[in-house]
């Protein structure tokens, strides 16, 4: 069967990752998440002092990206059956999931220079196709020529609950779960929801050809079932 490329852009949250990594593992594609890569940027950022309260040290974050000094990986992990993200050899799938990098990491995304080189990064994955990648702009900027290309939505509300349950389910210590706040998830959402959709590089945006998957009201299983019904249409044409 011929291979393709599959893009599946939309707001944070809405489920994304999991509908992309779902369809890759049952027609055998790699997946790749670019907000993962986007996600060890940042945390690279705040490891470096680059990223105060005051703001991005721009040219200092520049420097190390030009000299080479930012890599980013991802091995598959057969346990969690889903690749982690690992930043200069380090694993950093977990850290790159804290409230403190997805309060920052929309600002580091907006910067041409980042989206330059994890653009190309990404185009380079995709070279022998067969691949799943989901982000905001794979199927505008990243690959606008990819054959299946969906565009995923739900409300704010509804993403930050979802937000809200991951992190909840993945706090260790009662500690870790009363400091979670529902209301300051739903800022989060709504800010990286603006942050997102109005830079100037890439912004997210709906591809004209893209079909669109309002998801608020479908389980997971229905979202599967529904991806991989279109992948089929698309790769039987
Ligand atoms: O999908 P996510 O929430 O892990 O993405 C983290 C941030 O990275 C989000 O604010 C948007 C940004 N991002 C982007 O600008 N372009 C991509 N292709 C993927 C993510």
């Given at each position: 069967?011929k291979?393709?490329?599959?893009?599946?852009?939309?707001?944070?949250?809405?489920?994304?990752?999991?509908?992309?990594?779902?369809?890759?593992?049952?027609?055998?594609?790699?997946?790749?998440?670019?907000?993962?890569?986007?996600?060890?940027?940042?945390?690279?950022?705040?490891?470096?002092?680059?990223?105060?309260d005051?703001?991005?040290?721009?040219?200092?974050?520049?420097?190390?990206?030009?000299?080479?000094?930012?890599?980013?990986?991802?091995?598959f992990?057969?346990?969690?059956?889903?690749?982690?993200?690992?930043?200069?050899?380090?694993?950093?799938?977990?850290?790159?999931?804290?409230?403190?990098?997805?309060?920052r990491?929309?600002?580091?995304?907006?910067?041409?220079?980042?989206?330059?080189?994890l653009?190309?990064?990404?185009?380079?994955?995709?070279?022998?196709?067969?691949?799943?990648?989901?982000?905001?702009?794979?199927?505008?900027?990243?690959?606008?020529?990819?054959?299946?290309?969906?565009?995923?939505?739900?409300?704010?509300?509804?993403?930050?609950q979802?937000?809200?349950?991951?992190?909840?389910?993945?706090?260790?210590?009662?500690?870790?779960?009363?400091?979670?706040?529902?209301?300051?998830?739903?800022?989060?959402?709504?800010?990286?929801?603006?942050?997102?959709s109005?830079?100037?590089?890439?912004?997210?945006?709906?591809?004209?050809?893209?079909?669109?998957?309002?998801?608020?009201?479908?389980?997971?299983?229905?979202?599967?079932?529904?991806?991989?019904?279109?992948?089929?249409?698309?790769?039987?044409?």
């Amino acid at each position: 069967m011929k291979k393709i490329i599959i893009a599946i852009d939309g707001h944070s949250s809405c489920g994304k990752s999991t509908m992309a990594k779902q369809l890759a593992k049952e027609i055998g594609y790699v997946y790749v998440d670019t907000g993962a890569m986007y996600r060890a940027v940042t945390l690279y950022a705040m490891r470096h002092g680059f990223y105060p309260d005051e703001g991005i040290k721009e040219a200092e974050l520049k420097a190390a990206i030009d000299a080479g000094n930012i890599q980013i990986s991802f091995k598959f992990n057969p346990e969690t059956g889903r690749p982690d993200t690992y930043l200069n050899g380090e694993k950093v799938e977990d850290e790159i999931r804290q409230m403190d990098v997805s309060n920052r990491v929309s600002p580091i995304a907006a910067l041409p220079f980042v989206r330059a080189l994890l653009t190309e990064q990404q185009q380079a994955m995709g070279k022998e196709k067969g691949i799943v990648m989901d982000g905001r702009d794979i199927g505008t900027a990243v690959f606008p020529q990819a054959e299946m290309k969906v565009f995923v939505t739900a409300t704010a509300r509804v993403r930050a609950q979802r937000r809200f349950d991951e992190l909840m389910g993945k706090a260790k210590t009662q500690e870790e779960k009363d400091a979670l706040n529902f209301e300051e998830i739903l800022k989060n959402v709504e800010e990286r929801d603006y942050i997102d959709s109005h830079r100037e590089v890439a912004p997210l945006r709906q591809a004209e050809d893209a079909i669109v998957l309002d998801n608020s009201e479908l389980t997971r299983e229905e979202q599967s079932a529904w991806l991989l019904e279109r992948y089929k249409e698309i790769v039987q044409c």
